[in-house]
């Protein structure tokens, strides 16, 4: 069982994408445990600010290092020791699916989601154990990153997925990106289901993947068989 931990001054963006398909039933199943802080109940009374100017100028607040240190407290407070506190940042470490089987093994994981210009340094250097990026474009706050980063490791977990839906065969788990994938209508405004695979040759149907693999990955990421050789 992982132990993953929200805080964020808009919680319900993450409760509402968590208590729903795969994450739901991964939860359901024991195998994960999703927890949500809202930063705004740990904000001093009776302005609830969690967030000032910075200090030297310039545009943009910045999140108040207090609430996130309290919420941090509170959670560590609670029992075990924390293996991760996450905070997703643009200017983070690129986020792969390497780093995706790594976490799997974390008992309890914290994600810190900011929100406007930025956060206090003093969060990232006194609390944060990985800043993770999830490509090099901005959005307007870390929510949908720390989900990106969630849903790409509980998927990972033991017992989520069953066996049809395997990572095994992932774009990038693989070396090589995935093959193309047919389901019936064998025909369908014309377009026709390629016949190898309404052969039952398995042999040929395998042959015919990787061949379809090879091709995809060196049109849209010949990055990723350079890398290989
Ligand atoms: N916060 C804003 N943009 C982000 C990005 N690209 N990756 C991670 N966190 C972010």
Redesign the pocket.
Known sequence: MIEIHLISPFDSISKSYLNQSMMRIAEEKGLVNFSFYNLFDYADPPHNRIDDYPFGGGHGMILKPEPIFRAVETIQNENDSIDKIIF???D?KLFHQKDAEKLVSSKKIIFICGHYKGVDQRVRDKLVTNE????D???T??DL?ALVIIDALVRLIPGVLNTIESAEDDSHSNPLLDYPHYTRPEKYKGLKVPEILLSGHHGKIKEWRQKKRLEKTSVRRPDMIKEKN
Request: no cysteine.
């Open positions: 997703p940042s643009p983070g993770y990026s999830i490509g474009y901005v959005l706050g870390g990153p």
